[in-house]
Nanobody, 116 residues
Framework: QVQLVESGGGLVQAGGSLRLSCAAS????????MGWYRQAPGKQRELVAIIISGTRTNYADSVKGRFIISRDNAENTVYLQMNSLKPEDTAVYYC??????????WGQGTQVTVSS
């Protein structure tokens, strides 16, 4: 049973920074991709950043230059460093892992609130 445990969300003022973490455990065989998505109230869930095969990264245009995704392969952990946060970054952030053997998994979500 794969478990994803997220941490690092919270309340921050505009211009501030937060770092999200997501640790995967149990039933992990071969991670193809690890990513972060977010969902704001009344909006669809959207991709924020993804790291594929441990090296290739993609970012939503809205976060390019401000957010950095990274991965610790030994710990099966993915991080999202969020800098220069804006009120429009306010959302629930979800970790996602795609294991090429066992499937796709989601974290429970962590709230990020950016005040103006």
């Amino acid at each position: 049973q794969v478990q994803l445990v997220e941490s690092g969300g919270g309340l921050v003022q505009a211009g501030g920074s937060l770092r999200l973490s997501c640790a995967a455990s149990g039933g992990i065989f071969k991670i193809n991709a690890m990513g972060w998505y977010r969902q704001a109230p009344g909006k669809q869930r959207e991709l924020v950043a993804i790291i594929i095969s441990g090296t290739r990264t993609n970012y939503a245009d809205s976060v390019k230059g401000r957010f950095i995704i990274s991965r610790d392969n030994a710990e099966n952990t993915v991080y999202l460093q969020m800098n220069s946060l804006k009120p429009e970054d306010t959302a629930v952030y979800y970790c996602n892992i795609d294991d090429s053997v066992t499937g796709t998994y989601w974290g429970q979500g962590t709230q990020v609130t950016v005040s103006s």
